[in-house]
């Protein structure tokens, strides 16, 4: 009695999983593989479409891109992020300190892009707001470090609100005890705070790493990955092989090589995460 | 000292584009100049600038289709997956932890990967740009957590409550429905949130799978509205689309912070 329904609860959890998540992914895999424009069936061309990879100007580009989003996320919001919270989390009002750093984060990608486009636009209030005469979103790498500024701005309140809360969990004891041996400050934090913080910066900063490899939808509606390719990410450059050239395969190719550099690299941080505590 | 002076500099230099999103999504639309940015115009045109983003843009269509995606597809999410937490924690569903590992193992691919066989595949099925398609994909993306967290809630209930009620005569399905369902209410509420918050700022499936007004989901339209190079939007009027279609999902968040917390806080304890 119990035995039969049992699978046709899991059923739909299962179909929609397989269906619409697992099958795609194999497709993809397999779609790699092939010369394919959407309209005539997939042909089989080998490993050709792995091979343009390394031979792709734009291609090198969009990895280099992806390598700054991946350093710069790791570093900015999550570094400043922490000297925020630690410079916060233990003073009196200090939620309102925290205030002008969480408002950024209630815009999405989309109205992100729609404050700081006329911010950074060649007749912008950067540009006048500094006296000078840059175009931030024109010149490869500049574009990308700029759009990671925007990017800090944005995540900066997510990154110190994980930290406060982390900082307010940990024993208050070896805190005491370090500040009455006169400890305080740089050395405080050094020596007794940070090795007590390290599991939860592991955790953020692992978070952040697969994030910056990622990187979309910022690029896309701040640059869509232009000047011509030079601000693409990886996942841009998916895109864009995929449905404004139409080379599915290649499309795939690259998709399959952002998962594989995704897998790998978070494989060896979480082991190196393991090794290290 | 020293800490509140750094706090403050910082920020101040946050909340300079903070101010600057204030000041000039609300003033007249035609009245913008980067050169007066600064100053706060006399007049709150706000509303008005929203109303001419929905209308320039059509967005009341897509506001619409978002509100249906954000709202159903975590509903039909969270009630699927924690019937899947149901069974393989409660009734004991045979190999129930490589059931859950499939389910859970959802949550791991890269969207990219999913993009080319969903637009193929969605073309041939007749679902591309269609409601019923993205409510589709959006409840399959949203039952991995679900389950996750929804295994862990109820591996924490005690087995008697089941027991005690297979001896009152009731059914599975109506132990589910009238009893774990329920009591797991805190923790479907905060994967509801958590799901209606990623749907809701979704760009890259709404760009892949929908091209009318009517089903394009907001932030698909929004990012429209600043890459389509024929748009030309008034920056005032850009400004205010993008601070009025972020207000939900903080109004959600605010209004249930309490809520949320406690949800999660269920799903990892046990």
């Known amino acids: ?277 | 000292m020293i800490r509140r002076a750094v706090l403050v500099v910082l920020g101040l230099v946050w909340l300079g584009p903070t101010y600057l999103l204030l000041v000039n999504a609300s003033r007249p639309a035609d009245s913008y100049d980067p050169g007066s940015a600064w100053i706060p115009s006399g007049d709150f045109a706000l509303l008005e600038n929203f109303a001419s983003a929905v209308e320039g843009a059509n967005l009341s269509g897509s506001l619409a289709s978002t509100a249906l995606y954000s709202v159903v597809s975590p509903l039909l999410g969270v009630v699927i997956g924690a019937l899947a937490g149901y069974t393989i924690v409660v009734l004991r569903l045979r190999h129930g932890f490589w059931w859950f590992l499939l389910i859970f193992g959802g949550t791991v691919f890269p969207s990219q990967m999913l993009l080319v066989p969903l637009f193929v595949g969605y073309s041939d099925a007749g679902l591309y740009d269609s409601r019923a398609g993205m409510i589709l994909l959006y409840t399959a993306i949203n039952v991995p957590l679900a389950g996750f967290v929804l295994r862990n809630f109820y591996s924490g209930v005690a087995f008697s409550i089941f027991e005690a009620a297979r001896m009152d005569g009731a059914s599975t399905w109506r132990i589910f429905w009238r009893i774990y369902l329920p009591i797991s209410f805190t923790a479907l509420a905060a994967v509801f949130i958590l799901e209606f918050t990623f749907i809701w700022n979704d760009l890259v499936f709404g760009l892949t799978l929908t091209q009318t007004e009517e089903v394009r989901p907001v932030m698909t339209a929004i990012a429209g509205l600043m890459t389509d190079v024929y748009a030309g939007t008034p920056v005032p009027v850009g400004l205010a689309a993008g601070l009025v279609v972020s207000l939900p999902t903080v109004v959600l968040f605010l209004a249930t912070q309490r809520l949320f917390a406690r949800g999660l806080a269920l799903g990892s304890v046990h």
Do not use: C
Request: aromatic letters at 12%; a neutral charge; glycine letters at 10%.
């Open chain 1, 1 to 277: 009695m119990l035995g039969r329904f049992r699978y046709g609860y899991v059923a739909p959890a299962v179909l929609l999983v397989a269906g619409l998540l697992y099958a795609p992914f194999v497709w993809t895999a397999y779609l790699s593989f092939t010369r394919y424009d959407g309209l005539e069936s997939p042909a089989w061309i080998g490993l050709d479409n792995f091979v343009k990879l390394f031979d792709d100007a734009a291609l090198l580009t969009s990895t280099r891109n992806t390598l700054i989003w991946v350093v710069g996320t790791m570093v900015l919001p999550v570094g400043l992020g922490l000297l925020v919270a630690v410079l916060s989390y233990d003073i009196k009002g200090g939620a309102w300190f925290r205030v002008p750093f969480m408002l950024p984060y209630a815009l999405s990608g989309a109205g992100l892009a729609m404050v700081w486009s006329p911010i950074l636009s060649h007749d912008g209030v950067a540009n006048r707001l500094l006296g000078v005469d840059t175009a931030f979103l024109q010149d490869s790498p500049y574009n990308t470090l700029a759009m990671l500024l925007v990017w800090t701005w944005q995540q900066l309140g997510v990154n110190t609100l994980l930290f406060v809360v982390g900082l307010q969990s940990i024993p208050k004891e070896p805190i005491e005890a370090a500040r009455l041996d006169g400890a305080s400050g740089w050395r405080l934090f050094r020596h007794v705070i940070w090795p007590l913080m390290r599991p939860l910066t592991a955790v953020v900063v692992g978070l952040a790493l697969v994030a910056g490899l990622k990187t979309f939808d910022i690029v896309w509606v701040l640059t869509q990955g232009g000047p011509g390719r030079n601000s693409e990410t990886l996942a841009v450059t998916m895109y864009k092989e995929t449905f404004v050239s139409s080379d599915y395969g290649y499309g795939s190719a690259v998709a399959v090589m952002l998962t594989v550099v995704t897998g790998l690299a978070s494989y060896l941080y979480l082991k190196r995460q393991v090794t290290a505590t």
